[in-house]
């Protein structure tokens, strides 16, 4: 189509917004989802001058969230705040009522983030050579917690195991919080977890921090190593959350979302925040480069997932 054929159309698209729009969130209120979106509802409302309500959709490991988007996204008027994983990490951990790469459509990164391993603070270990040490020198291997069963922070435990030849037993969880109480009272040596929830309790001395898993070192962390430094480039991967839209959402309405979104967060009072987050700007990736990068760890995760015969909840 030519651009005025495609101004045309763009003009006979109704104007939007014409009602408050919803950033619904697949997390707690507070949690990492929920900052971001705020974040973004900030520029929003700045720029489009119409109310935009944060709604937080915890639970079914997004999918209710999703289930939202999927009932009430077609106009524009409600968006999603997820993470990448919800496409590549949860319909291999568990049985949902979407299709991934038919259902939903990343507009824009909102942030970059990785995985820490962090320790209980009084296990005899200093860095990742010690940790590996002291498992391999313990009769049953060490336990690590994760958020969620399936999903990377269980995967990268287990690939950790494989490359070190270390035995590596998972304790899943129902979110981080939970973990983290039982890995700062020793119930669970180890944790494989997002910087947003880790990062104050590391800061603070509760729990201590052996390597990240990313790519580069983490500004709020510039002293502890990566896995890739430390030998290890299998634990290199780099996770975003972006604001999603339905497929079949107006295309003016995604291509607004996309610019208003990606100039919001090069602004360094959000840059700021997102470092006091442990995160870091995303990337200016395409939709379509996205979902490319998405079914690329799709097909690693499904890959892990057999490796240690997962199987769906």
Do not use: C
Request: hydrophobic share 40%; charged share 20%.
């Amino acid at each position: 189509m030519g651009v005025l054929g495609w101004t045309a159309e763009v003009q006979a698209q109704p104007a939007w917004p014409t009602k408050p729009i919803r950033l619904v969130v697949a997390g707690p209120a507070g949690g990492s989802a929920d900052a971001l979106a705020r974040l973004l509802a900030e520029g929003m409302q700045q720029e489009l001058g119409k109310p935009v309500i944060v709604e937080s959709k915890p639970g079914a490991a997004g999918a209710l969230a999703i289930g939202d988007l999927m009932s009430n996204g077609k106009d524009g008027h409600t968006l999603l705040v997820i993470q990448g994983g919800a496409v590549s990490e949860t319909p291999l951990a568990y049985k949902v009522h979407y299709q991934p790469f038919a259902d939903l459509k990343p507009l824009a990164q909102l942030s970059r983030t990785g995985l820490v391993l962090v320790a209980n603070k009084d296990l005899p270990v200093a860095n990742l050579q010690q940790v590996v040490a002291y498992g391999k020198s313990q009769k049953d291997g060490l336990s690590f917690a994760s958020y969620a069963a399936g999903m990377k922070g269980h995967t990268s435990g287990m690939l950790l195991g494989k490359l070190t030849q270390m035995q590596m037993n998972h304790v899943g969880y129902k979110g981080s919080p939970p973990a983290l109480t039982d890995l700062m009272g020793g119930h669970v040596p180890l944790m494989f977890d997002g910087l947003a929830t880790s990062l104050p309790l590391i800061k603070s001395g509760k729990i201590k921090a052996i390597a990240v898993n990313y790519p580069t070192r983490i500004a709020a962390l510039p002293e502890v190593p990566t896995f890739k430094e430390l030998g290890y480039p299998q634990l290199a991967q780099a996770g975003w959350f972006a604001v999603w839209s339905r497929p079949d959402a107006p295309a003016a309405v995604q291509q607004k979302m996309r610019e208003l979104t990606l100039a919001h967060f090069k602004r360094a009072e959000v840059q700021n925040r997102l470092k006091e987050m442990g995160m870091e700007q995303g990337g200016s990736e395409t939709s379509e480069e996205m979902m490319a990068e998405l079914k690329q760890a799709y097909e690693q995760q499904s890959a892990l997932l057999k490796s240690i015969d997962y199987k769906p909840e």
